[in-house]
């Protein structure tokens, strides 16, 4: 092989090679859930393991790695202990591309928030309330909590809307 047939091949191979690597990351795919799923995300997301959806049992969001807040709130009494995913971590293990998350609870209650609202504060999507595990007459299993007491510029009253509780679903938009 001459030395221009090598450049050439060279050339050939650096604009292939720059080619694949400018190309949008194609969609990537999550482990199953083993367990009964207890919150799908959907929308603009980039991983999924299930058409187009991410599907997570409490298992798959505690390996996330979780967080705890200590929190009082209109519906609890006095200062509790939430813990659960940080949902910036959520965000990321889903490949979230959108501005807002719709979050809909299983009475069909729904809110728009701003994603940017999980990389200002370090809200989290609580399993657990005082070490123990949600339950749906718990407002669980899965709610999302605020760090109301941490950060005064937050408006109690605009904030709580968000808190959804019940929560089953998250679209991305």
Avoid at 89 to 100: N, R
Avoid at 122 to 133: D, E, F, H, Q, W
Avoid at 144 to 153: A, K, S
């Amino acid at each position: 092989m001459s030395m221009s047939d090598k450049i050439i091949a060279l050339f050939i191979w650096t604009a292939s090679a720059a080619f694949l690597f400018a190309m949008p990351a194609a969609s990537q795919t999550l482990p199953s859930p083993e367990g009964r799923v207890i919150l799908t995300v959907s929308g603009k997301i980039t991983k999924t393991n299930n058409d187009g959806k991410a599907e997570f049992d409490l298992d798959m969001l505690h390996s996330l790695g979780t967080r705890a807040l200590s929190v009082t709130t209109s519906w609890t009494d006095g200062i509790q202990e939430f813990s659960g995913v940080p949902m910036s971590d959520l965000m990321k293990a889903v490949g979230a591309e959108g501005k807002t998350v719709e979050a809909i609870a299983l009475n069909d209650y729904t809110y728009t928030i701003e994603v940017e609202d999980f990389a200002l504060y370090p809200v989290i999507l609580a399993t657990k309330l005082n070490g123990k595990i949600l339950k749906v007459r718990d407002k669980g299993p899965l709610w999302i909590i605020y760090p109301l007491d941490q950060f005064t510029d937050l408006e109690k009253t605009v904030i709580e809307r968000r808190m959804v509780w019940q929560l089953r679903q998250l679209i991305v938009k």
